[in-house]
Structures are given as C-alpha cells and as structure tokens.
C-alpha cells in the first residue's frame, strides 16, 4: 500500500515536476496522436462547372464534406453509420475543419481534379458525436504484425519462400488510414530462423510474442490465403487469427471473389483492405465509448525513480479514453494515481493493454479493492 503519511520534500518535487514541468511532453504527445486520428487523406475530388476557379472551390467544399463522412464512418462501429448525422457546409464545416492540403492537381478551362488531406478539430469533432449519442474511438491501436502465409497448390504453405503473392499484396499495401496499424516483417535472418510457416500456421505463441515484440507490435495476426473459385471466377479462401499478449487467440474466414474485370493483383489487393477493415471494427467494438460516460479509478504503481515514473505518464497521456490523471499520494517506491476516464473498465483495460500496461486487482488487498498497475 501507498504510505499515506508526509513524503520528503525531495520526492514532493519529483512529483510535482513530473506532474507539472512534463505536461508539455505528454500533452505533445497526445496532441500528435490525436491528429492522426482526426486526419482523412485520399479525398478524391473530380468537378465540372462554369470555369476552372468556381471548379475548385466546389471542389474543395465536397472534398471537405465527403472527408467528413470519412472520418465519422473512421471512428464509429458499423452498427451505428445510419444513424451518422448528414455532412454540414458553409460556417458549420468551417468549425470542424482546422485545415486541408491539396495534392497531385490537375484543371482544365471548367474543370478539377485533385486529392485533398482534410484534418478535423478532434474536441468539435467530438462534441458533435456526444450530441448525436454516437460511441466512437478515442484512440488508435498499437501496430499489430501481419505474418501472410499462402497456400500453394504446388509447393504447400508458404512464408517467406517465393512466390508469395499473398505476402506480396501486404507489402504494397497503402494502409495509413486504419485504426490498427499493421507491419509486415522484413523477411531478414532473424524472421527466417525465429518462426517457421510451419510454426505460424500451428499457433506457436511463445515465437509469434517473440517477433511481434522485436517489431514493437501488440500482437500477431497470421493471415492464411489459399486460391479458390466461386461461379468460374478467381476467388481467395483467407483465415486470419490474432494472437495477443493475453486473452485467446480470435479466428475468422473470409472469401474473396474476384469482380467482373479486376485482375488478380487487384483482388489481392482488395482481399488486405478486407482483412484491415475487420481488425479496425473489432478494434471499435471493443474501444468505442458512448458520449457521457465518465468513471473514476484508483490505481496504484511501483516507481524506481522519474524516468519511470514520466514513461508511465507519456503512456497515460496518449490514451485518449484517459480524461485526467491526479496523483494522490506518493512514497519511495510507489505512486497512487486516480484516473478518470471514458468508457468501461474493461475498455480501460484494453487501452491500458495497447500501452504495455496491466491493471489487475490486488489479490492481498481486503475485499480485492485496491487495483495495481504496472507493466505487462
């Protein structure tokens, strides 16, 4: 337990200039996070009218509504996207939008074409969704790493051998938009020797932790492709199974078909974007937190000094369902923190979990009541 009675003045000044002097770091830090959140690149925009000036400013108005849409369908479930409120223009666009880049333009006498980076402002961005009662994502994923195994017809189940197309199509693949970041291994010695396609395809935790940690990603997704057909067009047959640190491992099965005119590379392409979009939904059913929603715990955790103690901040910091954290009490060897926060426990836990954090109850404590937090 924290010793509640008079600290040092000299650890009186470690937490006071953790808690005060490096805001600025962590307030950084969150800052950075939350604007790649509230981010949309790849806007699209393609507008006729009267002459090329009336062209772009039309332009740059759509863009701006339709990366709205973007970014709401971004950070709410599924479940929820008919009930999104409708794109607003004019002052009311004006308010949400801190800014926009314009790319790779080209125009014409009556025409513009170009691609637009629209970043939003996360505090009306949110105000917003708490007035339609929508849960959204406060905070995007650590990196998940992506073991791409395909099944060959000839040679059998593939990884770092040649040809993979499968592993391929994740090496091309432009996902900087997705709430879960997702790595590809660089097919070095140490992959080669650490995990065989063997060992990936059985599950091998123990070697699946082990590369996912030399990357610095969260957990391992292994991802099996094998060549299908469905009503005479090319098909792919995909199972993909995320291993965290903890918990049980998450199965899933897709099948891909091929469109009407889509090369297979395309398909492959498409068959990455699936997989994507399904890590991010269950990444927002399990963080997404309703408007108003507010709880308070008390945590305790072992400090060795104020490296330690600013990395636990920074850490707290860039968890965006973290609202505020007060220090209550502080001794040689622990800190008492409460924290405030957006959502459920077990959200926190899992956000917490993201940060290389465990928060567990204290078995020795009388009634259980007293929570520890330390690192995983």
């Not at 995007?140 to 189940?157: C, E, F, I, R, Y």
């Not at 020797?193 to 990357?215: C, N």
């Not at 005479?232 to 993909?240: C, K, N, T, V």
């Not at 400090?303 to 369902?321: H, N, P, V």
């Amino acid at each position: 337990m924290v010793h509640r009675h008079r600290v040092s003045t000299h650890l009186v000044l470690i937490g006071l200039l953790a808690l005060g002097g490096l805001l600025a770091g962590t307030g950084t830090a969150a800052a950075q996070s939350a604007a790649r959140l509230y981010t949309v690149e790849g806007v699209l925009v393609d507008v006729t009218a009267g002459s090329a000036v009336a062209a772009r400013e039309q332009a740059y108005a759509e863009g701006q509504r339709a990366a709205f849409r973007m970014l709401l369908e971004k950070l709410t479930p599924e479940t929820v996207h008919g009930r999104l409120p409708a794109a607003p223009s004019g002052a009311a666009l004006d308010s949400l939008v801190q800014g926009f880049e314009v790319r790779d333009e080209r125009a014409s006498g009556v025409r513009y074409i170009a691609k637009m980076v629209v970043r939003f402002n996360p505090a009306e961005i949110q105000a917003l969704l708490a007035r339609a009662d929508l849960p959204s994502v406060t905070t995007p994923s650590q990196p998940v790493l992506v073991l791409p195994l395909w099944q060959s017809p000839d040679s059998g189940m593939l990884l770092w051998e040649d040809p993979n197309p499968w592993r391929e199509a994740w090496e091309r693949a432009s996902l900087g938009q997705s709430l879960v970041p997702v790595l590809v291994p660089l097919a070095d010695t140490a992959d080669l020797v650490g995990l065989s396609a063997e060992q990936a395809e059985a599950g091998d935790r123990e070697r699946l932790s082990a590369m996912a940690r030399r990357y610095g990603a969260v957990a391992s997704l292994v991802a099996i492709a094998s060549p299908a057909e469905s009503g005479g067009q090319q098909a792919l047959d995909i199972r993909f199974t995320r291993y965290d640190a903890a918990g049980e491992p998450e199965t899933r099965s897709e099948r891909v078909t091929a469109a009407s005119g889509e090369t297979g590379s395309e398909m492959f392409a498409r068959a990455v974007r699936q997989v994507s979009s399904r890590l991010d939904e269950a990444w927002k059913n399990a963080t997404a937190v309703r408007p108003g929603l507010e709880n308070r715990l008390a945590v305790i955790t072992a400090i060795s000094g104020l490296e330690e103690w600013t990395a636990l901040r920074r850490k707290l910091a860039e968890i965006g369902m973290i609202r505020r954290q007060d220090l209550v009490a502080l001794s040689r060897g622990e800190a008492e923190i409460v924290l405030w926060y957006a959502g459920q426990p077990e959200q926190l836990r899992v956000a917490l979990a993201q940060r290389g954090l465990s928060l567990a109850s204290d078995p020795l404590a009388a009634g259980g009541s007293v929570w520890r937090l330390s690192a995983q």
